[in-house]
T-cell receptor, first 115, second 110 residues
């Protein structure tokens, strides 16, 4: 089946720095990818839709200047958390729909800790 | 607005007992409903979708538009069913976008 990878799996950064998280579709192309945020013992909250070759679409309440998304190729989307603060600490998950299917394939997630 | 409600955060059942994980949704259009499962230390994966009307690992779910529900059922719980279950809603105009419920932790006890 289709596989989505994320890198890094976990990252610790200092407050005020920026962190980039990569999401790759390994054996299929994805013109669209989704970025979610998950707080401990809570549900996944959709942050934005990443569109290959065009601007990302952000959900209401998500700061686009803080969470920069770049979808430069059909297999790679990146999420950059700029000027990170402790409240940005969370589990970030990406997903991509399979080709010709409604199923979404999820990455393993990235644990971000901002100190 | 799209909304998915899973009223139970935790459901604990004994092995061999029936399981029902509740899911209600709110959506003005034609909904597409899914159940995703997350086993311990694993990524989220699709369990089943309403349009395929299939049974996966003994689980079934029927879309009831009158009650706006998509409850997940299994007649006899197994220990390996212990996991986090998320109900998700997609819409025809949503471009594969999903709205997730808060999830239900299923614990199957021996």
């Amino acid at each position: 089946g289709a596989v989505v990878s994320q890198h890094p799996s976990r990252v610790i950064c200092k407050s005020g720095t920026s962190v980039k998280i990569e999401c790759r579709s390994l054996d299929f192309q994805a013109t669209t990818m989704f970025w979610y945020r998950q707080f401990p013992k809570q549900s996944l909250m959709l942050m934005a839709t990443s569109n290959e070759g065009s601007k990302a679409t952000y959900e209401q309440g998500v700061e686009k200047d803080k969470f920069l998304i770049n979808h430069a190729s059909l297999t790679l989307s990146t999420l950059t958390v700029t000027s990170a603060h402790p409240e940005d600490s969370s589990f970030y998950i990406c997903s991509a729909p399979g080709q010709g299917t409604v199923e979404q394939y999820f990455g393993p997630g990235t644990r971000l800790t901002v100190t | 607005a799209q909304r998915v409600t899973q009223p139970e955060k935790l459901l604990s059942v004994f092995k061999g007992a029936p399981v029902e994980l509740k899911c209600n949704y709110s959506y003005s259009g034609s909904p597409e409903l899914f159940w995703y499962v997350q086993y311990s230390r694993q990524r989220l994966q699709l369990l089943l979708r309403h349009i395929s009307r299939e049974s996966i690992k003994g689980f079934t779910a029927d879309l009831n538009k009158g009650e706006t529900s998509f409850h997940l059922k299994k007649p006899f719980a197994q220990e390996e069913d212990s996991a986090m279950y998320y109900c998700a809603l997609g819409g025809a105009g949503g471009g594969n976008k999903l709205t997730f419920g808060t999830g239900t932790q299923l614990k199957v006890e021996l």
